[in-house]
């Protein structure tokens, strides 16, 4: 086959809930230490000294490997001052409504771009032909209420302080307004589309109860959504977990497409018969397949399952149900990309000789 | 005085009622053993099965466990002369390499809620030092949680390092967390699995009794 060449194009119709014509690889992220592993090339140490060599890198091994666009996400939350509750084992920097009133949120927009800027003008010098990004500002409005109070207090807060609980969420909303109307102002360019990840759910239920998803987290989502497709892009929600009690209000909402899925919550063909009628689809193969498998099995399984949801979905682009982790066997995951290049093939057979 | 007003204040995870009517029953002299197994323990009880029934939330257990914690407080120092006995003693860990903590601090909640003494080591924990908790505390049995499906496999070696140390037989060993089933349990040889943290009670008590 010849080598492939890239077309965000392509990957761009399934967030218009159509069939690409040729199936597209989807990966909410990429570790570096993966590539590192899979590639025996060490670079993860230049993303802050020459975020050009590091970029080149990064988006090379998503070429190489058939990718018609690569994620990036400029964090939000590691530019927090005192960050870090999300990753558990502490408590965040706002407690209380006078922790509250004393945050500098502020000063987040300056430090956000500070560190974001050299990144994205990194990815505009080296982005290859036919290529784009996809994200923006990395994580979700409910991840950052839980990076700054913690999530166990955050809970607690919801019941003894509801009205400081109301406040940080519309706090958190304004902050992201400003951030996301920048990012899409200035770098629409180098974006395919943008991406918001926000893990509303775990292996059962919803993190909080739906009712709160609702109320708090879903209107300051929206107000992302609208700046997004105000400047006439398509949006993409990632989020983890059991989150079928709030998926209508999802979609309700204006997104385009949504990623994410374990087999322990439900197999896939449950999401496309769901809700691809209404919304485009990515991911399909739960992380511990490629962690376990090996290429064999895991090619035999991506062609099979594959082809079955290319065939029964509107638009759907093929990855991992969440991402591909430093502990992924390079095997397996080899096994992925070759079942994607198998089924193109197929297609192609299929449709030349119709 | 209505203990019932206790069960309320702890399934509804209202803190300052639920440690005001046990305050009430302590004046009262009502034994500990009462107000814990009758009122308190049940209230735990109700809150985990609409977990698991889809009816309540984490919030919501969070918050019956703190008002149960709290009342708890105050009748412990009563606890040493009455005959209230630990239904068990658990440690709790997530194992090596995984920081996931929200699900394993559930379920050390609720066997606390519940009567168990819980020892949490916290994350990252390797076996080793889930080895020697159980040696210091003479735990009964080992509760282990993992995310990722790489560290899900490292249960395996921590069950083998009990072996190893001739001490599997001494301990009951329990499993848990999101990429985890049934079938991988029985695979790596665990006494037990649970999808969430209600029925880790049930198993721990199942497991007690065996
Ligand atoms: C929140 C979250 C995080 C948070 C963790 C915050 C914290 N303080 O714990 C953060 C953002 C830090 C995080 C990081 C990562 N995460 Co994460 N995370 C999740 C998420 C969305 C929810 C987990 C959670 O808190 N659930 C809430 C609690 C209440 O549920 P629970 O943990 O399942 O516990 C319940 C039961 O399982 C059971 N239980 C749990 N333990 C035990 C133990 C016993 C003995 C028993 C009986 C029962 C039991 O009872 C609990 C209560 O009912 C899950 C998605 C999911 N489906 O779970 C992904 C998930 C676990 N993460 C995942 C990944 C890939 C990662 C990262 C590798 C991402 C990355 N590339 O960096 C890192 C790894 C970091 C590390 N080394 O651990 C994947 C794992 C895939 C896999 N199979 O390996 C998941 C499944 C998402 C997905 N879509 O695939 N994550």
């Known amino acids: ?354 | 005085m209505n203990l019932y007003e206790l069960y309320d204040a702890i399934l509804n995870g209202k803190l300052e009622k639920a440690v005001e009517v046990t305050n009430q029953a302590i004046s009262q002299s009502i034994e500990p053993q009462i107000i814990i197994n009758d009122y308190m323990v049940k209230a735990m009880e109700e809150i985990g099965a609409r977990f698991e029934a889809g009816s309540a939330f984490v919030p919501n257990l969070l918050m019956s466990a703190r008002a149960m914690k709290g009342s708890l407080e105050i009748l412990k120092p009563l606890m040493n002369n009455s005959n209230v006995t630990p239904m068990g003693k658990v440690v709790v860990g997530t194992v090596k390499g995984d920081l996931h903590d929200i699900g394993k601090n559930l379920v050390c909640s609720m066997l606390e809620g519940c009567g168990f003494e819980v020892v949490n080591l916290g994350v990252d924990i390797s076996s080793e030092k889930f080895i020697e908790a159980v040696k210091e505390h003479k735990a009964n049995i080992v509760c282990m949680s993992a995310l990722l499906t790489t560290t899900m496999t490292y249960m395996k070696e921590v069950i083998d390092a009990f072996e190893n140390v001739g001490l599997r037989k001494d301990v009951k060993i329990m499993v848990g967390g999101a990429p985890l089933s049934e079938d991988f349990a029985n695979e790596i040889h665990a006494d037990g699995y649970s999808d969430n943290a209600n029925s880790a009670v049930s198993l721990a008590k199942k497991l007690m009794a065996s």
């Open chain 1, 1 to 354: 086959m010849d080598k492939y060449q890239p077309d965000y194009r392509n990957i761009l119709e399934v967030l218009y809930n159509r069939r690409p014509k040729v199936l597209p690889l989807y990966e909410h992220h990429i570790d570096a230490a993966f590539i590192e592993k899979a590639t025996g090339q060490k670079f993860s140490d230049s993303i802050n000294t020459d975020p050009e060599l590091y970029f080149s890198k990064v988006i090379n091994f998503w070429k190489e490997n058939t990718y018609d666009a690569f994620d990036f996400e400029a964090p939000i939350c590691e530019v927090f001052p005192d960050h870090g509750a999300i990753l558990g084992g502490k408590a965040g920097p706002i407690q209380n409504r006078e922790d509250f009133d004393r945050y500098p949120f502020d000063e987040i927009p300056s430090l956000f771009w500070a560190n974001a800027t050299p990144k994205l003008e990194a990815i505009r010098k080296v982005l290859p032909q036919g290529m784009k990004a996809y994200g923006g500002c990395g994580y979700g409005v409910f991840e950052s209420a839980q990076d700054l109070v913690g999530y166990e207090n955050l809970c607690i807060m919801q019941f003894v302080d509801p009205d400081l609980f109301r406040d940080l969420f519309a706090k958190i909303g304004d902050l992201y307004v400003t951030l996301w109307t920048k990012m899409v102002k200035e770098y629409s360019d180098i974006f395919v589309f943008f991406r918001m990840g926000d893990d509303l759910g775990h292996r059962t239920s919803t993190m909080l109860a739906p009712e709160i998803i609702k109320t708090h987290i879903l209107p300051q989502h929206k107000k992302v959504v609208d700046i997004v497709h105000e400047g006439g892009k398509k949006f993409l929600l990632h989020s983890c977990g059991n989150i079928f009690s709030v998926m209508p209000d999802i979609i309700e909402m204006g997104i385009d497409a949504k990623h994410s899925n374990e087999d322990q919550i439900a197999s896939y063909d449950e999401w496309i018969k769901k809700y691809n009628s209404q919304i485009g689809l990515f991911g399909g193969f739960d992380v511990n397949i490629l962690s376990l498998g090996d290429y064999q099995s895991v090619y035999e399984k991506v062609v099979k399952d594959g082809t079955y949801f290319r065939g029964i979905a509107k638009g759907y682009g093929l990855g991992s149900g969440n991402s591909i982790p430093e502990y992924v066997s390079v095997d397996a995951y080899r096994g992925m990309i070759d079942a994607v290049k198998q089924i193109r093939r197929n297609d192609n057979y299929i449709n030349n000789n119709k």
